[in-house]
């Protein structure tokens, strides 16, 4: 083969491996850009769900751990020598409510000790002052910001790690009927949506008012636009509620975050199994009880 030949084929080669190297590395340029594309997007995303999941009703923030609340609106440290006035001995939390419904609700009144938390507020904001703070009292919060309208206040909780996902406020003020009620509600809707869309000011929420006494559910969604496609997510829920002419509720909710049915099915074991082995602890302490008083003739 002549020398001329073998140039002609070097270089065809040569230019082919350039020509694959180029091309492998525009279709990694390519898969970097939409990789980055994406995690930009997933990052937006998350930034937004976050936001909204910060979000406060009566100075409570939905996924704030449940069991650090009822600690503080007692104005207990949370230490072993307090856990028998927040926890219960299986692993739930005191006073949780509807388990036959497993949505692990509790009345947050019986806990609350106004004066321990006004002192603790106080305490916060001279602590700032010394140290020369600008705006300690925004600094220093209460756990638990109490409105006149309503009289009671609950919150449910996922029982692993205790994050909260709803927060309920009840009013006793009697109502002639459901439009009534809706009515006198309406305005604290209104206010906690605006409140939420302030804070969280990004087209791709979008926000469904259907908070009226026609809607089987009276609610304000808030929804999570599908940069993709038209697809929402409902993220937060502000919910209203009438009961029997007596009472009215409303609630900020996360219903992505409650405990799903696979979970319920895995709690439900966990809690037959604690019920059992402490009815059997308690059932070997008697009979040793017994025993131990009983004669023992004629067993020996």
Not at 16 to 42: D, R
Not at 64 to 80: C, G, P, R
Not at 123 to 130: A, H, K
Not at 259 to 266: G, N, R, S, T
Request: some cysteine.
């Amino acid at each position: 083969m002549s020398k001329i030949y073998l140039k002609w084929i070097t270089r065809l080669i040569l230019g082919f491996i350039i020509f694959f190297i180029l091309f492998k590395y525009v279709e990694y340029s390519e898969n970097q850009k939409i990789y980055e594309e994406i995690s930009n997007k997933n990052e937006e995303q998350s930034k937004i769900v976050s936001g909204l999941y910060s979000s406060k009703l009566f100075g409570i923030r939905l996924q704030q751990e449940a069991d650090i609340l009822l600690f503080s609106i007692q104005n207990l440290a949370s230490t072993y020598g307090n856990s028998d006035k927040v926890y219960k001995d299986n692993g739930l939390l005191k006073n949780t409510e509807n388990l036959f419904f497993y949505d692990f609700s509790i009345k947050l009144n019986p806990f609350i000790n106004d004066d321990g938390m006004e002192s603790s507020m106080q305490s916060c904001i001279d602590m700032y002052r010394e140290l020369e703070r600008e705006n300690p009292e925004k600094l220093c919060k209460k756990p638990l910001i109490k409105n006149n309208y309503f009289t009671e206040y609950f919150i449910k909780y996922h029982p692993y790690g205790y994050k909260i996902w709803s927060i309920v406020g009840k009013s006793n003020d009697t109502f002639e009927n459901k439009e009534e009620c809706i009515q006198n509600l309406k305005p604290y809707a209104n206010i906690l949506m605006r409140k939420i869309r302030d804070e969280n000011p990004s087209d791709r929420i979008v926000v469904e008012d259907k908070f009226y006494p026609s809607a089987s559910i009276p609610v304000i969604r808030f929804l999570l636009k599908s940069e993709n496609n038209n697809q929402k997510i409902s993220i937060l829920s502000i919910e209203g509620s009438c009961d029997n002419k007596k009472s009215s509720l409303i609630s900020l909710n996360a219903p992505l975050l409650q405990p799903d049915i696979y979970e319920l099915k895995k709690i439900r074991k966990q809690l037959r199994e604690k019920k059992q082995l402490h009815q059997k602890e308690s059932i070997d302490n008697n009979v040793k009880e017994k025993e131990d008083s009983i004669s023992k003739e004629g067993f020996k």
